[in-house]
């Protein structure tokens, strides 16, 4: 059955570096998504991505987030200055495109990453 | 603002019991809800997915209900497995998933 991967399983960083997530969505999905998930508390969306271009984003995605599909496999979440508070579990997720969003979000196993 | 609240926070029940998993949300302009399983440190995995047009749906011993109009779903889980231990997840879906505590089910052997 496809699935959405993602790698790294795990990364450790220091706060002030750069790190990119990356993600493989299922293949003949077209909408792409980011969420995170701090210890302890609720999933988080991040931003949504259709048509090599963001649809959404949340508060929480400053200056600092970025996201890309830099080929035609990839999706990758860069966080460029890490800070503490970035210390999170990151979720990619995938979907169909079709009428009015009823499609299934299918998530990825999640990176975590602690910035220290 | 969507809010999503998941009542209750934590249930422990013995192996065999049928339970229900409430989950309530203020913005009814929502195109589905999906309920996720998550085990511990691990991702997320969609279990149900209720159209907004819907009022059940079903996958083996799991039943999902929606109310729009009142903004509740219920997921129902017959005969309760010592594997069915994990948190579960609401999540309605407007333009993104909006995603509540979950509640933490331990079913005991």
């Known amino acids: 059955e496809p699935e959405v991967t993602q790698t790294p399983s795990h990364q450790v960083t220091q706060m002030g570096q750069e790190v990119i997530l990356r993600c493989v969505p299922i293949?003949?999905?077209?909408?792409f998504y980011w969420y995170r998930q701090i210890l302890g508390q609720k999933v988080e969306f991040l931003v949504s991505f259709y048509n090599n271009e963001i649809s959404e984003k949340s508060e929480i995605f400053d200056d600092q987030f970025s996201v890309e599909r830099p080929d035609g496999s990839n999706f990758t979440l860069k966080i460029r200055s890490t800070k503490l508070e970035d210390s999170a579990m990151y979720f990619c997720?995938?979907?169909?495109?079709?009428?009015?969003?009823?499609?299934?979000?299918?998530f990825g196993p999640g990176t975590r990453l602690l910035v220290l | 603002k969507q809010e999503v609240t998941q009542i209750p926070a934590a249930l422990s029940v013995p192996e065999g019991e049928n339970l229900v998993l409430n989950c309530s949300f203020t913005?009814?302009?929502?195109?589905?809800l999906q309920w996720f399983r998550q085990d511990p440190g691990k991702g997320l995995t969609s279990l149900l997915l209720?159209?907004?047009?819907?009022r059940e749906q079903t996958s083996g011993r799991l039943n999902a209900s929606l109310d729009k109009s009142s903004g509740r779903s219920t997921l129902y889980i017959a005969a309760s497995q010592p594997g069915d231990s994990a948190t579960y997840l609401c999540?309605?879906?407007?333009?993104?998933?909006?995603f509540g505590a979950g509640t933490i089910l331990r079913v005991k052997s």
């Open positions: 999540a309605p879906y407007g333009n993104k998933l909006v």
């Open positions: 997720a995938s979907r169909l495109i079709g009428t009015g969003g009823l499609e299934t979000q299918y």
């Open positions: 293949s003949n999905h077209l909408y």
């Open positions: 913005d009814s302009a929502i195109y589905n």
């Open positions: 209720i159209q907004s047009s819907q």
